[in-house]
């Protein structure tokens, strides 16, 4: 059996550029992005040197990065990319479905590594829009997850979901001791989100998980809530669980920590420490995701503006509100406080992005020469979660600022999900592949990406 590996982008369109635009964040995140758009073609260095009737010599300087190819072969790849996204969308590697989906960051990370999303589930009518917007319409998607049997999902090999962390409640479980009732975690979980996942999982079955969550997570009601979510998972649902806490400052120049936890039905050998990470210190510079000014790109109103696609003035603070700001630092700092708000240029990395961005932007301010600071537009945010990423399509932002902060503020950090969806990858193909696929063909396909 040879199955096509072949990946692309959401809707398998590609931006090239011929120029090379050192600072941009096109150029500087991927130097050899010819052989990042080849492996998502799915072609060979031989088929590529086919293909554009040149020799391989040429095509592994290509791809080392060594000489950037004229603009007629990536308009070569740009085709085949969209061919094999036809045959990754009929024929995937697994399926998935996509719980308290906000905008698709997760679904990006498994489609990233041939999955297909066959369930949605979403309730935030404005994160819908933009769901909608960015994924093509293939299902509807489904609401309130407290209100979905689970007989009424599909059939599917993973389950994602980066649901809201709440407390559990103790007293209801000393409650049922007293009364004599029989109990289990599940009924510990039971009024939270993480039971409608758990029992979701639980009907479902799926051949493995992932969830993702804020840091505190571990730590949140005394350890409590982690202590009931990780009994569930394993004692009380059988999986083989392992969490890991990850910075994506190693992928994109924002500090955000968030656990993730992953789950197999069966021990495949899964360990979150055989995933290799870079250093967050050694991860990109905040420069790579700010709009350049210098006419590099294209205006994008109301995000950027004119000929040298300004970024507009109504980012730039407001001299009432830079004020207000400055007076609250001084006044915490005065009283031994930590607290301050995030100034930062083009060398630093930015803190953690939250949902209340849209409020006053406190967290992260650019600098502006001669200027008072100004917010990240919506643009730049999707760049800092990775939902923008060189030669892959712009990321649709339909809705306002407001919720468009939201909706990144509350995401996961895109890249992050793809590494950690590519070191579960050979694990779900050993449990849904695992009847047809020699070792030696498990590896090649795993290899493939
Ligand atoms: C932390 S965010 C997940 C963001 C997502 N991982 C992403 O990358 O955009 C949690 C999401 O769960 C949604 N949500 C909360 N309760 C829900 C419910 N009962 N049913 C469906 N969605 C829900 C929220 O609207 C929010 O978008």
Redesign the pocket.
Known sequence: MKRALKKVSRTGKTAFRTKPRTGSFLYTQSPNRFSEVRRKAGLSIGEVADLAGCNRRTVYRWDKGEIIPRKPVFDLLEKNAVFALKDSADDPLFTFID?????????MGFEAVGGKCVFT????KY?QETYQKNFLPDHRI?????KIEAEDIPDHDVLLA???CQPFSIAGVSKKNALGRPHGFLCEAQGT?FF?VARIIAHCRPKAFLL??VKNLASHDRGNTFRVIMKTLREELGYSVDFRIIDAKAFVPQHRERIFIAGFRKDTGFRFKDLCLTSPGEGPRLNSILHPEDGMEQEEPPYTLGPNAKVADRYTLTPKLWNYLQRYAEKHKAAGNGFGFGLVGGGDTARTLSARYYKDGSEILVKQKGKRPRRLTPRECARL?GFDQPGRDRFRIPVSDTQAYK?FG???V?PV?EVVAKHMLSHILRLTHYAYVTQPEQETMVAAY
Do not use: C
């Not at 589930?121 to 935030?124: C, G, L, P, Q």
């Not at 489904?142 to 407290?146: E, F, M, N, S, V």
């Open positions: 719980l308290f989906a906000g905008i698709g960051g997760m679904r589930s979403e309730w935030n994160a489904a609401g309130d997850i407290t980066g649901f809201p989100l409608d993702e969550n979660m909706q509350n995401a996961v895109v999900v």
